[in-house]
């Protein structure tokens, strides 16, 4: 899996033994106002946080490899080897599908761009 450069400044470092991952969407004007559910595990899986039109939100997990979701009708999973102490930055892009519904995809990124979006046009944090 990727292995992202060291954190951006004002994000804490995860807690001993766990790995953090950052979810984060840009701003942009196509379906601002929706919300995206991230889902762990499979598509129906459990929530573990939304993200609004320029907003993030960090879960912690414990080593090894987790799935996510970006929605129930996206086909591609996104999957994370987690190392302890690691953070992995992931990215929300949405798509609409030729019927016009709104769907997340979920791809990999690294710190470095999260902190220059944070530093554009600050990303909102949103408490899960």
């Given at each position: 899996m990727?292995s ?6 004002g ?15 840009e701003?942009?004007r ?5 919300d995206f ?19 993030y ?12 979701f ?20 992931v990215?929300?892009?949405l ?7 709104a ?26």
């Amino acid at each position: 899996m990727w292995s992202p450069p060291a954190l951006p400044p004002g994000l804490p470092p995860p807690s001993a033994g766990k790995a953090q991952v950052v979810f984060f969407r840009e701003r942009s004007r196509p379906v601002w106002l929706l919300d995206f559910d991230i889902r762990a595990g499979s598509p129906e899986g459990a929530v573990v946080g939304s993200l609004a039109n320029g907003s993030y939100f960090v879960i912690e997990v414990e080593p090894g490899v987790h799935t996510f979701f970006g929605s129930e009708a996206a086909s591609d999973p996104l999957v994370v080897e987690a190392e302890a102490g690691g953070a992995y930055f992931v990215m929300t892009l949405l798509m609409l599908s030729p019927e016009g519904q709104a769907r997340a995809n979920l791809v990999p990124s690294y710190g470095a761009y999260f902190k220059s979006l944070s530093s554009v046009d600050p990303l909102k944090l949103l408490r899960k």
